[in-house]
């Protein structure tokens, strides 16, 4: 029985000093994610990060580097990808977008697209003084642009447009394609430090 014992706590012995073994997916998952955070703060251009990745896949070739530098080769390219991600999806505007129509100032427009969600009725919530207000309910909705009318005629758009109209409008459905006349300007940058930057 002692005999038993010892084996068993010589086992467990040998089994807590074996090495941990990392899952090969661990440094491009955190390299992906280093990469967006940082992208995020600090704009990295997509021809830096496709270096990055090109370099680092390069030497993820070459067997000496790759058993030496593994690691560290994957968590760098995994930091380019992640940026070039990013990059492309906050940073880069298509050539067709709607925001390109948008003036500094507010202009009018008028754009054709479908309802991207459900149209939502907000209240002015400022009881028991509502009744007195001026234009107290609004509908909201998500509007996925598809054409906007120029002094050249009407041209193809891509973008999404929040549409926000001063009535209560139960008509609209959802995937409905409707032409919207009305003020178009761009949304305004975060004022605060950090805030999520809605254009």
């Not at 993820?60 to 992640?82: E, Y």
């Not at 003036?103 to 754009?111: F, G, N, Q």
């Not at 009725?121 to 996925?144: C, H, Q, V």
Request: charged share 20%; glycine share 8%.
């Amino acid at each position: 029985m002692d005999r038993q014992r010892k084996e068993n706590a010589s086992d467990s012995a040998s089994r807590a000093l074996l090495p941990i073994v990392m899952p090969a997916i661990v440094p491009w998952v955190t390299g992906l994610a280093l990469g967006i955070l940082i992208e995020s703060r600090c704009p990295i251009a997509g021809v830096v990060s496709v270096a990055i990745i090109a370099a680092a896949g390069a030497l993820l070739l070459v067997p000496p580097l790759r058993l030496r530098f593994g690691i560290v080769l994957a968590l760098t390219a995994g930091v380019g990808l992640g940026a070039f991600v990013h990059h492309r999806a906050f940073r880069e505007i298509p050539s067709d977008h709607i925001s390109l129509y948008c003036a500094t100032d507010r202009s009018l427009a008028r754009i054709t697209g479908r309802v991207a969600n459900e149209p939502k009725l907000d209240r002015l919530g400022y009881a028991p003084f509502e009744r007195w207000i001026f234009d107290r309910e609004r509908t909201t909705f998500i509007l996925d642009a598809e054409q906007v009318e120029t002094v050249d005629g009407p041209q193809p758009v891509s973008g999404l447009v929040h549409v926000r109209v001063k009535a209560f409008v139960d008509t609209l459905r959802q995937s409905d394609r409707v032409e919207a006349f009305g003020w178009l300007r761009r949304l305004k940058p975060p004022q605060n430090p950090g805030q999520y930057d809605w254009a």
